[in-house]
T-cell receptor
C-alpha cells in the first residue's frame, strides 16, 4: 500500500527562525512529489519535484527531493506569522494520477 | 485563487441521506479529482474524472459516485450517509491527468 509519512506532525517556532519539514514516501509508480500549504480549506500548490538533487526555490521557501532515499524536505527561512499553516506533501503515483498525502505538518509561527 | 470553485461551502445532513457536491474546474482543465479530508488527516483520493470518464478510484465504497460534464465540471454523490462521512471534500482540477492539481476551497460536510 502506498504510504507518505511527514515529520514532525507539529512544531512551534518564533518569527525569524528557519524550519525544515520532512516527508518520506513508499509508493509504486512514483512520478513526482508535491508540497502544498493549507491555511483554512484549499491546499495551495507550492512545489512539484521530479528529479533528485535539484532544489526548487520560491522566496523564503525551498525544497529538494532524494529519490534514492525516498524523501523530500521543505525549508522555510526567516519564518513569518503568515507561514502558520498545515504543510502537506503528496506523492503522485502516476497510476491514475492519484495523489497520496501525508497527514500534514502543523506549523505555528509565534511573533 | 486557483479558479476552482466548489458548492456548497458547508452542508449538514443526517445519517442515511444522500448528498451532491459540485465542482467547477479551472478554465482549460479537463481533469477533476475528488478527495476526502477528515479532521487531522491528509486528503484521501476518492476518484478522478478525465474527459467525462472515471480515470481511477481510491478505497471508497460504491455509494461514493461521481460525474463529469462536457464543460468538465463535476459532481460527487454520496448515498446512505454515515457519521464517518463527515469531512472536508476537496476537488482539484488539472490541465490533463498528468499535470499539477489545483484545489478548490472545499465543502465541509457534517453528518449527524
Amino acid at each position: 500500500e502506498d504510504k507518505v509519512v511527514q515529520s514532525p506532525l507539529s512544531l512551534v517556532v518564533h518569527e525569524g527562525d528557519t524550519v525544515t519539514l520532512n516527508c518520506s514516501y513508499e509508493v509504486t509508480n512514483f512520478r513526482s512529489l508535491l508540497w502544498y500549504k493549507q491555511e483554512k480549506k484549499a491546499p495551495t500548490f507550492l512545489f512539484m519535484l521530479t528529479s533528485s538533487g535539484i532544489e526548487k526555490k520560491s522566496g523564503r521557501l525551498s525544497s529538494i527531493l532524494d529519490k534514492k532515499e525516498l524523501f523530500s524536505i521543505l525549508n522555510i527561512t526567516a519564518t513569518q506569522t503568515g507561514d502558520s499553516a498545515i504543510y502537506l506533501c503528496a506523492a503522485d503515483t502516476g497510476a491514475n494520477s492519484k495523489l497520496t498525502f501525508g497527514k500534514g505538518i502543523t506549523l505555528s509561527v509565534r511573533p | 485563487e486557483t479558479g476552482v470553485t466548489q458548492s456548497p461551502t458547508h452542508l449538514i445532513k443526517t445519517r442515511g441521506q444522500q448528498v451532491t457536491l459540485r465542482c467547477s474546474s479551472q478554465s482549460g482543465h479537463n481533469t477533476v479529482s475528488w478527495y476526502q479530508q477528515a479532521l487531522g488527516q491528509g486528503p484521501q483520493f476518492i476518484f478522478q474524472y478525465y474527459r467525462e470518464e472515471e480515470n481511477g478510484r481510491g478505497n471508497f465504497p460504491p455509494r461514493f459516485s461521481g460525474l463529469q460534464f462536457p464543460n468538465y465540471s463535476s459532481e460527487l454523490n454520496v448515498n446512505a450517509l454515515e457519521l464517518d462521512d463527515s469531512a472536508l471534500y476537496l476537488c482539484a482540477s488539472s490541465r490533463t491527468s498528468a499535470e499539477t492539481q489545483y484545489f478548490g476551497p472545499g465543502t465541509r460536510l457534517l453528518v449527524l
